[in-house]
């Protein structure tokens, strides 16, 4: 088993920047990738970004040159750095892991954190 946290959400001003943190313990070896998500009130939930420990990172089109993924291999832990924020990326953030590679959709992930709350006022 995979056990996952996240943190760094809260409410912010357009343009502002935050930095969410996904924590990762247990059977850590087994995780190829590690995704974030967002899941907007009412809507479903969307692919942000994604990587693996190796290798170029994913991006959706919608956050492309204001987020950044990242890792920390030795803490078990990815970043989304989120700058430029904007209302419409009011949302939980999830964090996921997957064993088997790098997927845009949720089903391809088979741990998933608690989500952390972002909140962009106008």
């Known amino acids: 088993q995979v056990q996952l946290v996240e943190s760094g959400g809260g409410l912010v001003q357009a343009g502002g920047s935050l930095r969410l943190s996904c924590a990762s313990s247990?059977?850590?070896?087994?995780?190829?990738?590690i995704g974030w998500f967002c899941q907007a009130l009412g809507k479903e939930r969307e692919f942000v970004a994604g990587?693996?420990?190796?290798?170029?990172?994913t991006y959706a089109d919608s956050v492309k040159g204001r987020f950044t993924i990242s890792g920390d291999n030795a803490k078990n832990t990815v970043y989304l750095q989120m700058n430029s924020l904007k209302p419409e990326d009011t949302a939980v953030y999830y964090c996921?892991?997957?064993?088997?590679?790098?997927?845009?959709?949720?089903?391809?992930?088979?741990?998933w954190g608690q989500g952390t709350q972002v909140t962009v006022s106008s």
């Open positions: 247990g059977r850590t070896f087994s995780i190829a990738a």
């Open positions: 996921a892991a997957s064993r088997g590679g790098l997927w845009s959709s949720p089903s391809g992930y088979e741990y």
């Open positions: 990587m693996r420990w190796s290798g170029s990172p």
